[in-house]
């Protein structure tokens, strides 16, 4: 067994698997995608972008990456979810870009859940207003799904477990409002216990593709 196989055995069936395929290329890809994966992650708009030229066309594509605002055009036409909202401007655009391209763009607000310093994410309160907003109808042209969140960067599961259990605690008030898909949390290092505190949707990158060689 491969170690696609072998990762596909350990997430229960109601868990979304997203395979994040960044700095590999499309062969991998391809190998990946023969066995039935068909939802891939990538972080580069301009490696997307290439990726999916090559590619099936019936892969759908994630951004799980800090998004800038100009490069939102590139991916507009194809995107199939993204994972990384982080900020009201870039929300803005992929409405306004959704509606150029007439259809509607699947997104999750990221959420800022780890104790150490990140640069990217909302924080609590800013993603409760964002959502607010898209309840009043700012955001015609995009589907809020969810939250994504990553967990501090460390080997204390009690802390991971507090931060994903805080993000759990948010997504399920959300939902109380109207009912939310996707709780994205847990990577290849921390992903079952992601799932045990309710994430059902998981994004693993090394523990499929082995080790990235540069630091993303
Ligand atoms: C790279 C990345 C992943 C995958 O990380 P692995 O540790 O390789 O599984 C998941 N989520 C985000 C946001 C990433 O940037």
């Given amino acids: 067994m491969n170690n696609y196989e072998q990762i596909l055995e350990t997430i229960p069936e109601n868990v979304e698997l997203v395979a ?10 391809q190998e990946i995608y023969d066995l039935g994966q068909r939802i891939f992650g990538e972080n580069k708009v301009q490696e997307m ?9 019936d892969i759908k ?18 995107v199939e979810m993204i994972q990384s909202v ?3 401007k870039l929300l803005q655009e992929i409405d306004k870009q959704a509606e150029k391209h007439e259809r509607t763009i699947n997104v999750l607000l990221q959420v800022k859940i780890a104790e150490e310093e990140t640069k990217f994410g909302l924080e609590i309160n800013e993603a409760k207003e964002l959502f607010q907003d898209y309840m009043n109808g700012q955001y015609p042209n995009v ?14 599961q009690t802390q991971v477990k507090k ?3 805080l ?3 948010v997504f399920d008030k959300m939902s109380l409002q109207q009912n939310l898909e996707t709780l994205s949390m847990g990577m290849s290092g921390d992903y079952l216990l992601a799932i045990e505190c309710g994430a059902n ?5 090394s523990a499929i593709f082995g080790q990235r060689n540069l630091p993303l």
Avoid at 24 to 29: E, F, G, R
Avoid at 61 to 78: C, D, E, M, R, S
């Fill in 86 to 88: 982080d900020s009201e």
């Fill in 143 to 156: 589907k809020i799904e969810g939250l994504m969140g990553m967990a501090s960067f460390t080997s204390d």
């Fill in 61 to 78: 594509w994630h951004v799980i990456g800090h998004l800038q605002t100009n490069k939102v055009k590139y991916i507009a036409p194809f």
């Fill in 167 to 169: 993000l759990k605690q």
């Fill in 20 to 29: 994040v395929s960044k700095t590999h290329p499309a062969d991998k890809i």
């Fill in 163 to 165: 931060e994903f259990a």
């Fill in 201 to 205: 949707s998981v994004r693993i990158g």
């Fill in 49 to 57: 972008v290439e990726k999916h030229s090559l590619l099936p066309q």
